[in-house]
């Protein structure tokens, strides 16, 4: 048995014993009630004792007086001389317990140490790092709005021609990696691009020399012999691929809109802004927008 184990089992003890003092002290109580009035029926109805009167007083007064004392004298030990669960004895078991823990959490902490050596060495802390390897810049693609929506029911919420022929001169010749549902949103897979699709479905067709995978790893595996291959979305691959990407090239649309999927947050401590080329509206473009490129700090 552990010494927190025996620490709550002197707990439980001295609880019961606790216990078993109040209920002696409440069998205390009546018995004084009921033999207080048996000694005043003694003395009033049966007689008993009537000549005996110290001090001009029943001899009853002094017997109850006597034992009320005793009472008393029985409380003040139950709640204050014999009170083994006090503020000092609850303070030391508290102290006890919080250096046991404090000693077990140094030593879960020098476990994870040893771990964390074993971490830096496995398959899955090498794959990451030989992923970084395998590209030289992997750049995540985007338009999103003020509040970084991207999209609707599959769908694109704006049409902006600039953004359009912008993404298509940056990806031309690269491979595009993408969620199964982006995909599924092209009329038909762009020319001259390789498409790189994730999708968990095992049985999934699609056209020849399209490349299916099953995780952004295995996509950026796939990819590996392109000097620049794009992330394209949707929302979730996105927010995957921040962790691998090297670029983002952004169009942000200057407006709010109602979206099932969004970009995720650029943080600045990360990315670092390079290119702001802003656009304003006009017959072909019903939103101000601009050409964002961040760069990993």
């Not at 139950?78 to 250096?99: D, I, R, S």
């Not at 971490?119 to 970084?148: G, P």
């Not at 595996?221 to 691959?237: L, R, T, Y």
Request: proline share 2%; aromatic share 12%; charged share 30%.
């Amino acid at each position: 048995m552990t010494q927190i184990d025996k620490e709550q089992l002197e707990l439980i003890e001295n609880a019961q014993r606790r216990i078993k003092q109040k209920k002696r002290l409440y069998i205390h109580f009546v018995l004084f009630l009921i033999g207080s009035i048996l000694i005043i029926v003694a003395n009033t109805v049966l007689g008993i004792g009537k000549d005996f009167t110290p001090f001009e007083k029943e001899w009853f007064v002094f017997a109850i007086l006597i034992w009320l004392f005793l009472l008393l004298y029985h409380t003040f030990n139950v709640f204050v001389t014999h009170k083994f669960m006090g503020k000092e004895w609850e303070q030391k078991q508290l102290n006890k317990l919080v250096a046991e823990q404090k000693t077990r959490i140094e030593k879960i902490k020098k476990e994870l140490k040893k771990e964390a050596s074993h971490i830096a060495e496995s398959e899955i802390y090498n794959e990451e790092l030989t992923i970084k390897d395998k590209t030289s810049e992997l750049t995540i693609i985007a338009a999103a709005a003020e509040n970084n929506a991207i999209g609707k029911d599959n769908k694109l919420i704006w049409h902006l021609s600039n953004d359009l022929k912008r993404f298509k001169s940056l990806t031309d010749g690269h491979h595009i990696i993408m969620g199964r549902k982006t995909f599924e949103s092209f009329p038909k897979p762009l020319p001259n691009r390789t498409h790189v699709v994730i999708t968990r479905q095992s049985d999934y067709k699609a056209p020849n020399g399209v490349i299916l995978v099953n995780s952004l790893e295995a996509a950026i595996e796939a990819s590996k012999n392109d000097s620049q291959p794009f992330v394209i979305g949707g929302g979730e691959i996105y927010k995957q691929a921040m962790t691998f990407a090297d670029k983002i090239e952004l169009t942000r649309v200057h407006e709010t809109f109602e979206a099932d999927a969004f970009f995720p947050e650029i943080d600045s401590n990360i990315w670092k802004e390079t290119f702001n080329e802003f656009h304003q509206k006009d017959e072909n473009h019903d939103f101000e927008f601009s050409f964002l490129t961040y760069v990993r700090i």
